[in-house]
């Protein structure tokens, strides 16, 4: 990679790390899903997160690498299912050990859509932040640290070093739910990784990601009636 590339792409990185993922870990406002409105936020921050994955790939592309992050191969069915299943069943578990130690990771602050505007408001939040999760913690992250740090280090690799951080990073983005929701999206980060790698797909693993989540959500809300 060409010297300027590479402040390009650690400029990138940076910018991804202080304006995306730092105020997240920062963050200690409790979530709220109750009040159902046009999620602009979740949308300038998908269509950043879009142009950062966009300008990583054509970065990769001058480095000599091909990425293709769109086009699913035909056996997507298979590892998006099995995501799905592990999701679901690993955040019961975490919900059950959650009852048994006498805390909760449900917030309380859940109420279902009261008229159509807000169910379509509320599956816009849902499919916006999913897809914004997946550029950023399943491709853009990972991809972009192991890219510099093989710079850095003169071609060594460091993909399991990318991998642990990612997780771990995405895992404490959820700190403000508790310590269970971090358990529960330190595995979540594994899973849909690896919906992501089997399926070559970002479309898969952000539908598959939406899907879990819009389970949950009514999880919640049939908890709190």
Known sequence: MKKHYFYIDLALFFSVFFIFILPCILNNSPADFSDWKFPWFQLLWLIYAAFICFLEIRLQENDGTVISIIKPNRFAFLPCSLTFIGLIVFSGILQLAAYKAGTSSINEAVSFPACTKELIFCI??????????????????????????????????????????????????????????????????????????????????????????????????????
């Open 124 to 225: 816009l939040t849902f499919l916006f932040s999913a897809f914004f999760e997946e550029l950023i913690f399943r491709f853009y992250v990972p991809a972009a640290l192991s890219g510099l740090l093989e710079k850095i280090h003169a071609g060594k690799k460091f993909y399991p070093a990318a991998e642990i951080f990612t997780a771990v990073v995405f895992a404490l983005c959820h700190r403000y739910m508790g310590f269970f929701s971090v358990l529960n999206a330190l595995f979540a980060h594994f899973l849909l990784r690896f919906c992501f790698k089997k399926t070559g797909s970002i479309f898969c693993s952000s539908l598959t990601h939406f899907l879990y989540n819009i389970t949950v959500l009514f999880f919640l809300f049939c908890w709190n009636i």
